[in-house]
T-cell receptor, first 114, second 112 residues
């Protein structure tokens, strides 16, 4: 199926650990994003990459490091996890950066830090 | 930066009635306004969008209106059905750059 996919779907870990979330899209898009959705459902952008180049970095702690090995993949690595990192993380993709392209979201990764 | 406010935060309607969700934005340079529907356990999915050169857009039971002067836009769902129950998000984006700013979401419950 054509889609934005994320792994894992659920992630439960201890405070202080390091974890990664992977995202892949097979829509042929050149722009990918990471969003964080907190417990109140508020959606906020964290990062955006266009053709493997970082174009948006929304004052996210440097414990979060995105990596884009190619246009179809955008991974998120989180160091020294904290309780406040518990949230649902969504990957999204779109074509182009003119500002009007539809963003397609993945199913989300539910992260729980204990 | 852009700030998008969305109301109400929860909305309960009887099946067959209409539902209206309203959003206001702060940045007059924003010119693209999508609406997303998020079902339980899933990612947001685009249901309709409107650009600043249009005042209204309709797709079957869903319509969106935009008032650029007042900087607000609304989602209208007519003849609601139980499968319309979800969280709905409005968003705004400028022409330059591609950062979407989301509203806080509206949880819609359609009662059979």
């Amino acid at each position: 199926d054509t889609a934005v996919s994320q792994t894992p779907k659920y992630l439960v870990t201890q405070m202080g650990n390091d974890k990664s979330i992977k995202c892949e899209q097979n829509l042929g898009h050149d722009t990918m994003y990471w969003y964080k959705q907190d417990s109140k459902k508020f959606l906020k952008i964290m990062f955006s990459y266009n053709n493997k180049e970082l174009i948006i970095n929304e004052t996210v702690p440097n414990r979060f490091s995105p990596k884009s090995p190619d246009k179809a993949h955008l991974n998120l690595h989180i160091n020294s996890l904290e309780l406040g990192d518990s949230a649902v993380y969504f990957c999204a993709s779109s074509q182009g950066t003119s500002g009007k392209e539809t963003q397609y979201f993945g199913p989300g990764t539910r992260l729980l830090v204990l | 930066g852009e700030n998008v406010e969305q109301h109400p935060s929860t909305l309960s309607v009887q099946e067959g009635d209409s539902a209206v969700i309203k959003c206001t934005y702060s940045d007059s340079a924003s010119n693209y306004f999508p609406w997303y529907k998020q079902e339980l356990g899933k990612g947001p999915q685009l249901i309709i969008d409107i650009r600043s050169n249009v005042g209204e857009k309709k797709d079957q039971r869903i319509a969106v209106t935009l008032n650029k002067t007042a900087k607000h836009f609304s989602l209208h769902i007519t003849e609601t059905q139980p499968e319309d129950s979800a969280v709905y998000f409005c968003a705004a984006r400028k022409a330059a750059g591609n950062k979407l700013t989301f509203g806080g979401g509206t949880r819609v419950l359609v009662k059979p």
